[in-house]
């Protein structure tokens, strides 16, 4: 196991009815930016509840931060942050919508480009605090560091990690997800899942508590992701969902283990060049990576298959194959296909792909950092 | 599941050397009262590597803090850091040392008795900033908000909760538990296992990650448990050993779901009359609870034979008691016997620690709160 440091400030309110308990957990007298999205919130009930949650606060809002959330649009709330002395942000929707305040609530804070905290060229020394009231299990952006930012302009699609912009809360209630489109909880059990695969399925260290948490939450999606799409208003359902959504990527799996994150590299250029939601980017890369690297992480690919699928094959060539065919099985299970021709991407995407990770210097990556330009190409034409 | 709150703002430095890491967390100028036990960190290096991360800043050393933490001994330090200023305190050792500093930090903030604090006739509001090395994992203290202290002029051991005494940050370095007793390793195997057990085996409310979370857990310490016996100085049986007793106690298991302390609670009694080591109490007391409540925790009980002993009779009463015999079993294994025979306590002590319970007011408990004192006369004459 590697050394680590591991610190999660993030309290989580969790269950039907926590919107209403939000109240003294904000600062007395704040200036509140209320951010959420395309307005579904007005049609489930979520924004009444988070305004009643309000009363007595001076509470602006911003709507319209789209799904991977605009540069271009968040740049418009960092002027209001500025202009009207904003001090807390409460983002309220999914992922896109706490990522884009997130970025917010930091490029309000720095004198530059925001766009600088993408490009890494500055390191975000402070930002205004936030809160968020999740209403789509996936990302687990409720209660890590982390933001992804695209812009639009020259199709990029860039995050940035601070630990200035962990939510101070995030409100976790399962009955929020139940009137979600099919495709956006079949997208988050797969975005989850990936989340989990990045941090897990590398090489072994002898980390037994992070492969055993790991390998539950994965057993976890893998049976209450398909019995989320079946029965969308149980709740015990949407709360597993919810909480393994959370726990994929908080952190807590990753101390102390290599990690993996080119499948959400590669996917990030899927999604900006062409459009596709994120979880469809992962599930198209993820298979044909496991397959492309299996040498590298054959020692974990055996035990994820064992331990999550329960194979005993003695060929072990074979048991490799079964737990990524498995994997790909699961994606198509949630309905999310793993093709690019599913899509309607062809071949000529590959090098555009490729030209594009190499534009953001990402052509290094993996945990060994052996996912070339070449070895990304290779992946790529598995994946059509 | 049911709805919960979870916080929790320790900050852990995991690995070999953090120790010198401690330094930048300290609050500048802070007048430290370091905390130690009977000395043991001036024979393992521990002591040097503490003092060298505190130079330049005023430390007070209080040592002597003894297992099972004296009322009378913490008192006196409450005493130092009412005279002295105190503003932050250091503990180094284990639970007992970690323990007995929250105790201090919070007495010293009240004006009244310390005592009222445990016998919970008032509510801490403010505690004196703590943080720890830890140099025996067991009992999950370092990253969680409870205490338990004794009272030795009248054989009473009581606990307390409060977030105020969350440790601002933990060391964890495994290798300062090379030096450790089998004994000490041991005790705080099984003790980080009953821990889990208490969070787990009670009634199903379909919290499937809180239930693979403390499988992996439990799945771990049978595990590392004998190997950390057998191989003391490999670091990463001590590194694994030692991060699933913190991820046993560190709330994250227990959210949303039904706990039953009751091993807990009758052993502190066995420790209170007769002296015995906190896990020998819990290694008596745990396989006789299980089977006196094999009916009300029937379904968890099944769970836990399948899931983490790999059983599958299809005669679920012969699985349930080989699911009893393997948790015996695996104390034994560690050199920690469990019927009060094996300590030299007779039948006599049934209905004296059943006196004592009812004279703390601990007489309908479990997950249920059905188990009266004569539950527990049962209990307690199945460990004889």
């Given at each position: 196991m590697f050394n680590f440091s591991f610190h999660n400030p993030t309290r989580i309110l969790f269950?039907?009815?926590?919107?209403?308990?939000?109240t003294p957990l904000l600062p007395k007298g704040s200036k509140i930016l209320l951010t959420y999205g395309g307005g579904s919130i007005k049609q489930n009930g979520v924004y009444e509840q988070v305004i009643k949650a309000l009363a007595g606060f001076d509470v602006t809002e911003f709507a319209g931060i789209e799904p991977n959330p605009a540069y271009e649009t968040c740049m418009k709330a960092v002027e209001i942050v500025k202009q009207q002395g904003i001090d807390f942000i409460l983002a309220v929707g999914g992922g896109s919508v706490v990522d884009g305040s997130k970025f917010i609530a930091a490029a309000a804070c720095y004198?530059?480009?925001?766009w600088d905290i993408l490009t890494r060229q500055t390191k975000v020394k402070k930002a205004i605090p936030l809160a968020c009231v999740l209403t789509?299990?996936?990302?687990?952006?409720?209660?890590?560091s982390g933001s992804v930012i695209t812009r639009y302009s020259t199709k990029q699609k860039l995050s940035f990690m601070s630990p200035?912009?962990?939510?101070q809360f995030a409100v976790l209630d399962?009955?929020?997800?139940?009137?979600?489109p099919p495709r956006q909880i079949a997208n988050g059990a797969v975005d989850a899942y990936v989340h989990i695969i990045e941090q897990?399925?590398?090489?072994?260290?002898?980390?037994a508590v992070q492969d055993r948490f790991a390998e539950g939450l994965l057993l976890t999606l893998l049976e209450y992701g398909p019995k989320s799409l079946a029965h969308p208003t149980n709740y015990d359902v949407r709360a597993n969902l919810m909480w393994a959504a959370t726990m994929a990527l908080n952190g807590l799996i990753g101390v102390g283990v290599p990690q993996d994150w080119a499948t959400h590299m590669i996917g990030h250029e899927l999604t900006a060049l062409y459009g596709l939601d994120h979880a469809q980017t992962l599930a198209i890369v993820l298979p044909a990576l496991l397959q492309q690297q299996r040498t590298q992480k054959r020692d974990k690919l055996l035990q994820y298959g064992r331990r999550v699928f329960g194979l005993e094959h003695q060929d072990e060539e074979r048991l490799i194959d079964e737990a990524i065919s498995h994997t790909r099985a699961f994606f198509e299970q949630m309905g999310?296909?793993?093709?690019?021709a599913d899509y309607?991407?062809?071949?000529?995407a590959v090098d555009k792909l490729v030209a594009q990770l190499e534009k953001n210097h990402?052509?290094?990556?993996g945990e060994h950092g052996d996912i070339t330009a070449d070895v990304v190409r290779a992946i790529l034409k598995a994946a059509l």
């Open positions: 269950g039907e009815g926590q919107i209403a308990n939000l004198d530059g480009d925001g789509l299990p996936a990302t687990g952006t409720e209660s890590n200035h912009v962990y939510p399962p009955t929020v997800t139940y009137s979600l897990y399925l590398t090489y072994p260290v002898q980390a999310v296909p793993t093709r690019m309607g991407i062809q071949a000529d990402l052509v290094k990556i």
